[in-house]
T-cell receptor, first 114, second 111 residues
């Protein structure tokens, strides 16, 4: 079946350093990938997305890289801040007969060390 | 805009009791979703509504029913709660394109 997985369940990074969170996906038909951030006690919050026809997309302090050859997605956060501490989820989207299906990974907990 | 709101924030039920989780969005979104989130697992789709007047099953629909009351509101009902339904429930909405916006969640415990 389809799955989206994360290589590391936890990641600790020194404040100010860069962090990289990885994600593997298995559905080659997925056309859209999203990264969400979830802070404790809150709902997931959209960070950045990328379409399958792109390799890289940059936002404010965040960059998403997509390698379709190995079905790998990564989220880079530059100059991390304490507020970046959260669980980060990747999600892949597939559309079947007009219905969208999002498959979420289990999440990586990022902890920023002051 | 309040975005996506959910009520209640917390709920404790006894096995066999029923309850309805409420969700509303004020962004004029067409599609709405109900997910559950369990420890060590990604969000799993329970039901969704692609547009007002339509609902469809997701990955884990057993034990749940939904109602798309109008464009703004999408409720999730547990007719006879079971301990396996202890979870955090999230509602989300989106336009026909773009990302889903999530509510703050309802933490449900079934004893």
């Amino acid at each position: 079946g389809e799955s989206v997985g994360l290589h590391l369940p936890t990641l600790s990074v020194q404040e100010g350093d860069n962090s990289i969170i990885n994600c593997a996906y298995s559905n080659s038909a997925s056309d859209y990938f999203i990264w969400y951030k979830q802070e404790s006690g809150k709902g997931p919050q959209f960070i950045i997305d990328i379409r399958s026809n792109m390799d890289k997309r940059q936002g404010q302090r965040v960059t998403v890289l997509l390698n379709k050859t190995v079905k790998h997605l990564s989220l880079q956060i530059a100059a991390t801040q304490p507020g970046d501490s959260a669980v980060y989820f990747c999600a892949e989207r597939a559309v079947n007969f007009g219905n969208e299906k999002l498959t979420f990974g289990t999440g990586t907990r990022l902890t920023i060390i002051p | 805009n309040a975005g996506v709101t959910q009520t209640p924030k917390f709920q404790v039920l006894k096995t066999g009791q029923s309850m309805t989780l409420q969700c509303a969005q004020d962004m004029n979104h067409n599609s709405m979703y109900w997910y559950r989130q369990d420890p060590g697992m990604g969000l799993r789709l329970i039901y969704y509504s692609a547009s007002e007047g339509t609902t469809d099953k997701g990955e884990v629909p057993n034990g749940y029913n939904v109602s798309r009351l109008n464009k703004r509101e999408f409720s999730l009902r547990l007719e006879s709660a079971a301990p396996s339904q202890t979870s955090v429930y999230f509602c989300a909405s989106k336009l026909s394109f773009g990302e889903q916006f999530f509510g703050p969640g309802t933490r449900l415990t079934v004893l």
